[in-house]
């Protein structure tokens, strides 16, 4: 059992450059996240999916698109990369919006 | 908005004391989580409360509604325990707060 996996674990943009972080669980939960951890500020919440097709922003959306096509993938895509979105990215998963959640592996993206 | 604090910011402690981490938050919230990360970055949840208290193994988790306090119990801590531990706390579906973590070093 997979679990939550996350692709790249690691990846170096530049500043302008699009890319899409993937994340996929085999665990047919309905609600999937997206977050962001940088030194001071903690994880954030970027976006969220509650099931296939509905998807809403979180705390900090801007610079970032997803889409929730299929029960177990939800990609996370950056438009026009810049250096502000350095950071280590996490998807997580769980049952539903108040059950345990399963954290991917992590992205450690670096824009230069 | 929701705010979430947590203290210690760092804790030493030696092999086999109790650890005491705690949580405060400003506003009526659906859930509580612990999580665990590991030095590797790994994220690992514990526990999820939305009442009450949990127990799992070495690790106890207690809410406390009315007050906006949760609590993470260690006890008999060992230096496997070691690692950084965040609570987070739920107020809607799109409003999901992070503590700033408690870096935990158990000595053996």
């Known amino acids: 059992n997979a679990g939550v996996t996350q692709t790249p674990k690691f990846q170096v943009l530049k500043t302008g450059q699009s890319m899409t972080l993937q994340c996929a669980q085999d665990m047919n939960h309905e609600y999937m996240s997206w977050y962001r951890q940088d030194p001071g500020m903690g994880l954030r919440l970027i976006h969220y999916?509650?099931?296939?097709?509905?998807?809403d922003q979180g705390e900090v959306p801007n610079g970032y698109n997803v889409s929730r096509s299929t029960t177990e993938d939800f990609p996370l895509r950056l438009l026009s990369a810049a250096p502000s979105q350095t950071s280590v990215y996490f998807c997580a998963s769980s049952t539903t919006l108040n059950t345990e959640a399963f954290f991917g592996q992590g992205t450690r993206l670096t824009v230069v | 908005k929701n705010e979430v604090e947590q203290s210690p910011q760092n804790l030493t402690a030696q092999e086999g004391e109790f650890i005491t981490i705690n949580c405060s938050y400003s506003v009526g919230i659906s859930a509580l989580h612990w999580l665990q990360q590991h030095p590797g970055g790994g994220i690992v949840s514990l526990f999820m409360?939305?009442?009450g208290k949990k127990k799992h193994g070495r690790l106890i988790a207690t809410i406390n509604i009315q007050e906006k306090h949760s609590s993470l119990h260690i006890t008999a801590s060992h230096p496997r325990d070691s690692a950084v531990y965040i609570c987070a706390a739920r107020s809607s579906p799109n409003d999901m707060r992070f503590g700033a973590g408690t870096r935990l070093t158990v000595k053996p």
């Open positions: 999916s509650v099931g296939a097709g509905i998807t």
């Open positions: 409360l939305s009442s």
